[in-house]
């Protein structure tokens, strides 16, 4: 059950990052469309993050639960001490899915 009335958080960051780029953007030139384009991908990065955040942060979790961690600091914890020297493999899978959930949501163009 959703506890706020309509819109959304999503909605309301995707309807101002749209009206940016059709109205602020397009009206403008130099230094205020440079931070209006900067206001975009920031506002486009929040909806990527609401729209798949809760999913990557509980595949997070459970990459890290295989581990044996309990979060990230265990995790370097025990990479920086040799503990999981002999799961370098699950390690760099974890280290790369981890990379490629933050690329998606801050740019996955560079996926």
Excluded at 44 to 68: N, S
Aim: with cysteine; aromatic share 4%.
């Amino acid at each position: 059950m959703i506890p706020h009335d309509m819109p959304t958080a999503e909605e309301l960051v995707e309807s101002v990052r749209e009206w940016l780029e059709r109205d602020v953007m397009t009206q403008t030139s130099g230094r205020l469309q440079f931070h209006a384009r900067v206001a975009v991908n920031v506002l486009a990065m929040v909806e990527r993050e609401l729209q798949v955040g809760a999913q990557q942060a509980a595949a997070h979790a459970d990459r890290l639960a295989d581990l044996g961690c309990a979060d990230d600091a265990e995790l370097a914890a025990r990479i920086r001490s040799g503990e999981l020297d002999d799961r370098a493999d699950e390690v760099r899978a974890l280290v790369w899915a981890s990379v490629r959930d933050k690329l998606a949501v801050a740019n996955p163009k560079y996926l």
